[in-house]
């Protein structure tokens, strides 16, 4: 199956995702910020990357540009999963 990984400040949304996609059968990975998720994109070169918007730090769509503007992790696609119910 597909290599996902979670970048998500909140270990219960992490362990929420995590266990989903685990539970069908995807190899997971994690990162508690988004600087962390750069560097774990560039290291692991996941299949997909699921990504929470509001981190401290940078935040989701700063670190979403970051990888899609790198030639290394351009084509790797990026969701955008937040719990927040704000309109951006």
Request: proline residues 6%.
């Amino acid at each position: 199956m597909a290599r996902i990984l979670i970048v998500d400040d909140s270990p219960t949304e992490t362990h929420v995702l995590k266990g989903m996609l685990e539970k069908n059968g995807h190899q997971v990975d994690a990162a508690d910020n988004a600087e962390g998720g750069i560097a774990r994109t560039k290291e692991t070169r996941p299949d997909l990357v699921l990504m929470d918007v509001v981190m401290p730090g940078m935040n989701g769509f700063q670190a979403t540009r970051a990888l899609t503007k790198d030639p290394d992790t351009q084509n790797i696609p990026i969701i955008i999963v937040t719990t927040k119910d704000q309109e951006t």
